[in-house]
């Protein structure tokens, strides 16, 4: 089937998640198999347009306007082999999709903290996860991926391919599906700690140096977010600045391994405990509505703590233009490369700070001002439009990429959300 701008479906169909610069196509394909890419591809070429591909809508950066929209939401089925420990899944599925399928095994998949963001597209950007310290980047544990090219054929991605998609993004063709490892984890300890900032203005700082002893077996982050005093936001946090510190803990000893944050003093609301996998997006309760948002990432060597001390006043209510900030812990396993290289960079870094900005403002680069000196890198994945890739990868790497973007896509046909 193929959509027009008069079809009643166009809408629907084009519009996802991050809403700032929608997709505008001539025409789109909402596919279901991975035949019915192959034929969207090969319409693309006979015609002579450009590509855009969209399953959640998350990770889109700018939308195409023209050419041939592949939307690949219904083509979501999972298939696990729970004697392997692996997952095949198909183009559009979700984390939510992956999860359904391996929790009755009691097998869990390295996905995010969100389970509606595409699982393949986070993957293809490198894949920062729940469980990142203790077993490292999603695209470290891909089996196999099979992908359209841009001369319209479907194979399996050879040695170079595999390397590049692998933390590359989709920069070299239509991934139909991949087959990625499992691990046995159908609980975890996790949730926030939300503490008004107001009240604990330490939490950071604690936060901090309690990273700087825990094990591998914990991956957490902290979200600083000025909450308006409106419903839906929960009675205890409306109008509060908070600071939501961000758990996953695998093993034994969890409450042990999180006193020194119990300390802080009482939070204003508390969701720690044992949780299903299946359950584990109620770890960062983020918003399931479409929005449309400005995102910028760096990744650093160390947290300052003068620097740390920058953000409530740059980000938080006082500030001229209000915005989420988010701290990532990495090490642990993120610093390990996997038995087969990949693309993804930057495994020396210690930290990873996002800024998350709604509307038409973006104060990120003041924001971020402060981290200059430390910052090494970037992550794929958490950054919105006009980044220099040069920023994601070593020169080595990014040469490679580019070198087999023209292998594989000569024409610049695919317009993928991060362009090499």
């Known amino acids: 089937m193929m959509l027009t701008t008069t079809s009643k479906e166009y809408d629907e169909a084009r519009l996802g998640y991050q809403r700032r610069d929608p997709h505008r196509p001539e025409v789109i ?28 809508g998350h990770g889109l950066t700018a939308g195409i306007d023209g050419g041939v929209l592949i939307a690949t939401a219904k083509f979501n089925s999972v298939t696990v082999d729970p ?15 992956v ?17 509606g963001v595409g699982a393949i597209s986070y993957t293809l950007g490198g894949g920062l996860g729940l469980m990142a310290r ?26 170079d391919l595999f390397w590049a998609t692998r933390g590359g993004g989709g920069n ?25 900032l107001a009240e604990h203005p330490d939490v950071l700082e604690v936060w901090r140096q309690w990273t700087e002893t825990v094990p591998d077996e ?21 109008g509060r600045y908070i600071a939501q510190v961000q758990l996953a803990i695998l093993g034994d000893n969890s409450e042990e391994l999180i006193r020194q944050l119990r300390a802080i003093g ?17 770890i960062f309760a983020e918003p399931d509505r479409p929005d ?34 988010g701290l990532r812990q990495l090490g642990g396993a993120l610093t390990r490369r996997p038995a087969i290289a990949n693309a993804v960079c930057h495994r020396d870094a210690a930290y990873s700070i996002t800024v998350i900005s709604p509307g038409d403002d973006d104060p990120s680069d003041a924001v971020l001002e402060p981290w200059r000196e430390l910052t090494v890198g970037r992550l794929l994945n958490f950054n919105g439009a006009g980044i220099d890739l040069r920023d994601v990868y070593d020169a080595e790497t990014f040469t490679r990429l580019t070198e087999l973007r023209e292998r594989y896509d000569p024409s610049h046909r695919l317009l993928a959300n991060h362009q090499l």
Not at 29 to 42: G, K, N
Not at 99 to 110: D, H, I, R, S, V
Not at 299 to 308: E, H
């Open 292 to 325: 449309s948002f400005s995102s910028r990432n760096v990744l650093v060597s160390d947290l300052d703590p003068t620097a740390l001390a920058t953000l409530p006043k740059l980000a938080g209510p006082e500030a001229s233009t209000r915005c989420v900030v």
């Open 172 to 196: 070299f063709g239509v991934v139909t599906g991949m087959e990625i490892e499992l691990f046995d984890v159908p609980t975890l300890y996790g949730g926030s700690l939300y503490f008004d």
């Open 266 to 282: 009482r939070p204003a609301m508390d969701t720690v405990g044992e949780m299903p996998y299946v359950e584990s997006g109620r």
């Open 99 to 115: 999860m359904a399928a391996t929790a009755p095994y009691g097998l869990a998949p390295l996905s995010g903290s969100f389970p």
């Open 29 to 56: 394909f909402p596919v279901t198999s991975a035949t019915e890419v192959e034929e969207a591809v090969r319409y693309a070429i006979d015609h002579d347009k450009k590509i855009a591909v969209q399953a959640s």
């Open 134 to 159: 203790r077993f490292g980047y999603a695209a470290d544990h891909v089996r196999r991926i099979e992908v359209v090219t841009m001369d319209g054929v479907r194979r399996d991605a050879d040695r």
């Open 83 to 97: 004697a392997k420990k692996t997952a095949w899944i198909e183009a559009g599925a979700t984390w939510r999709d």
């Open 218 to 238: 914990v991956t957490t982050a902290t979200a600083l977010v000025p909450l308006p005093d409106i419903p839906p936001i929960p009675p205890a946090l409306r």
